[in-house]
């Protein structure tokens, strides 16, 4: 089992539609969540982090966290051509040993 | 603010060859990690560097090597390299010792081993 899952997509949405992203993660006492974005050739970008069950909002961007599923979501709203790039979960656990464990991403198309 | 910045963008190498890639981290940072990153792929652990020494390791050889330095600069040196190592070598940089900060990436380093 990977310790990050995502769906690689692509998962392509119309202009303007809500973009939902997924993740699970494997390790039970993880206590940290990121999303990042990659653009082609691009490094990663934080979008957002969560470390709460429950909802985090920022413009429009929503990461959602179920600690007790495992899973964690992050919602794009509006979707705009712009936003279509790879989205990477991120995970950390608690604990002096600080590694940061990425899925492989899921591929998001924003069609106009 | 200074963000993370790694050098040099590209680098075209031999196989068996060996390569020096540096990193300098965020203002005010004292943690560096390193990932690589192949095609497709999501960025892979190599190890981390608080504090001067390496305090987290991935599942990566001993030809993959590191240092931190007293201004929390750092390198990744690659021994006898691989066809496979060719990917994307991404230097990340985080504040403080809390699991709860982010990284921050530098542009990374493009590395092609032929």
């Known amino acids: 089992q990977k310790e990050v899952e995502q769906n690689s997509g692509p998962l392509s949405v119309p202009e303007g539609a809500i973009a939902s992203l997924n993740c699970t993660y494997s390790?039970?006492?993880?206590?940290?969540f990121f999303w990042y974005r990659q653009y082609s050739g691009k490094s990663p970008e934080l979008i957002m982090f969560?470390?709460?069950?429950g909802d985090k909002e920022d413009g429009r961007f929503t990461a959602q966290l179920n600690k007790a599923s495992q899973y964690v979501s992050l919602l794009i709203r509006d979707s705009q051509p712009s936003d279509s790039a790879t989205y990477l979960c991120a995970v950390s656990p608690g604990g002096g040993y600080q590694k940061v464990t990425f899925g492989t991403g899921t591929k998001l198309q924003v069609i106009p | 603010e200074t963000g993370v910045t790694q050098s040099p963008t590209h680098l075209i190498k031999t196989r068996g060859q060996q390569v020096t890639l540096r990193c300098s981290s965020q203002s005010g940072h004292n943690t560096v990690s390193w990932y690589q990153q192949a095609l497709g792929q999501g960025p892979q652990f190599i190890f981390q560097y608080y504090r001067e020494e390496e305090n987290g390791r991935g599942n990566f050889p001993p030809r993959f090597s590191g240092l931190q330095f007293p201004n929390y600069s750092s390198e990744l040196n690659v021994n006898a390299l691989e066809l496979d190592d060719s990917a994307l070598y991404l230097c990340?940089?985080?504040?403080?010792?809390?699991?709860?900060?982010?990284?921050?990436f530098g542009n990374g380093t493009r590395l092609t081993v032929t």
């Open positions: 390790d039970q006492g993880s206590q940290s």
């Open positions: 969560i470390y709460s069950n």
């Open positions: 990340a940089s985080r504040g403080g010792s809390s699991y709860n900060s982010p990284l921050h």
